[in-house]
């Protein structure tokens, strides 16, 4: 797992800016009025080959003093338990505030490495300013601009060295199995039906889980680590501050796991979210089973299954290829054809397809059917091979790559994942100039 950063602080010293800088996209708003960063904003970011994620922290409504004081505790709070390092920052433009005197004195309860950093300093005037953050009581200032960046590199240089001297917990080198949804879809439920103990608080309250749990599973012929997470929201429901680090968690959680089960709830249908959580499966390579659950709770007619499974498909749709289960947790009906069905897909998306076989079966295929011209210009694929990444990934060696479009890369997916079984598996089909 990537460590993770907290920018915290009291409202409008520039977190937001600098979070814009470090992900390199426009995610947090800008704005000069207080609390404008209601939601809590994540990002990734790199520095000289080190990967972290980011959480620009907000959530301060205009109002009392109390009222912002509350907020920020609350905030400071959670980043301090959930993030590996806390960047504290401070404006060098206002000066000393109250609020950043209240808010260091919570940080230095903390066990985690807290960096002050004065932000704004676009001066030598402001350098000069920004010493009275010395009587926080902090060993050094880190002075920096948000808007032009000076600074941030020492800053950073520091912070990935922190990273370097953490010592992150060893999970063991097994098959992970990440059970994904959204809150109150079963998911603690389901492992603690695999393991048949209360591992996990189950309770019908949306939301209960905060953590990612790991936990070994070595029965019936299986040996894998199952990861219950926080149920993922919507960005619009996630009000609570411990939910947005469980979201985090959750995101995590997909990105180190090797496959998700993505479970539903029967009684609520497919909707948006779950697409949302599926897609950033797909997205990050991982193999992917559906897991309807609650199916008891559902009347069912003739083809209720399979209307409800092409329903699924259609949303999912164009990479359909995925298996679909339908549970009753409570009934422990078919609970363990979900870890069959998590360990086939493990298995697919693990094979190594040699490069003989792919030239004597995919090669014909596409050479028989071929790319339409493009300007009476015809693409040629000379050579196939697997790529030795942690996924499947194909390279298709061809005289013009750039001719060859999307419907066709499809139809050729389609044509391996007919001869091949990736059945929950993404694949990714590269072509490059021979």
């Not at 915290?8 to 404008?36: M, Q, Y």
């Not at 390092?85 to 404006?91: K, T, Y």
């Not at 997909?254 to 948006?272: F, K, P, R």
Request: charged share 25%; glycine share 6%.
């Amino acid at each position: 797992m990537s460590n993770i950063i907290a920018i915290v602080g009291r409202p409008n010293v520039g977190k937001s800016t600098f979070f814009n800088r470090l992900t390199g996209e426009r995610a947090a708003i800008v704005d000069p009025t207080s609390g404008v960063t209601r939601d809590r904003h994540y990002g990734t970011s790199d520095w000289n080959g080190t990967e972290f994620s980011i959480i620009d922290t907000g959530g301060v409504v205009i109002g009392s003093d109390d009222v912002f004081e509350g907020a920020i505790h609350k905030q400071v709070e959670l980043a301090m338990e959930e993030a590996d390092v806390i960047l504290f920052m401070v404006d060098a433009k206002e000066g000393l505030s109250p609020l950043d005197s209240d808010v260091a004195d919570m940080i230095r309860r903390s066990p985690k490495k807290v960096f002050l950093v004065a932000n704004k300093v676009d001066t030598g005037n402001r350098s000069a300013d920004a010493m009275e953050f010395y009587q926080l009581g902090f060993d050094k200032i880190y002075e920096i601009s948000s808007i032009n960046g000076s600074g941030t590199g020492e800053l950073l240089d520091d912070v990935v060295e922190e990273f370097e001297n953490t010592t992150i917990e060893l999970v063991p080198d097994l098959p992970k199995i990440a059970f994904v949804g959204r809150p109150n879809v079963g998911k603690s439920s389901m492992i603690n039906a695999l393991l048949g103990d209360e591992r996990n608080i189950v309770t019908p309250i949306a939301g209960t889980t905060r953590d990612s749990i790991y936990t070994r599973y070595n029965s019936f012929g299986f040996d894998f680590l199952l990861v219950d997470t926080a149920g993922v929201r919507k960005k619009a429901k996630v009000t609570e501050n411990i939910e947005f680090y469980s979201v985090m968690r959750s995101i995590r959680a997909i990105e180190s796991c090797d496959v998700c089960v993505v479970m539903l709830d029967a009684t609520q249908g497919i909707e948006s979210q779950d697409i949302n959580i599926f897609s950033l499966a797909q997205k990050n390579h991982k193999g992917v089973v559906i897991v309807v659950n609650k199916w008891d709770l559902v009347e069912k007619e003739t083809n209720t299954h399979k209307d409800y499974e092409d329903l699924i498909r259609s949303r999912i749709a164009p990479f359909t290829d995925v298996p679909i289960i339908f549970t009753s947790v409570i009934n422990k009906q078919r609970i363990h054809k979900t870890l069959e069905t998590a360990k086939k897909v493990y298995e697919a998306r693990t094979q190594s397809i040699s490069t003989r076989k792919l030239m004597d079966i995919i090669l014909p295929i596409v050479t028989e059917t071929p790319p339409p011209a493009i300007k009476g210009k015809f693409v040629k694929v000379k050579y196939i091979t697997q790529l030795k990444l942690a996924y499947p990934a194909f390279v298709f060696f061809c005289n013009m790559p750039q001719y060859v479009m999307d419907p066709y890369k499809r139809f050729v997916e389609n044509r391996m994942r007919e001869h091949f079984d990736f059945n929950g598996v993404p694949i990714e089909i590269f072509y490059r100039q021979k």
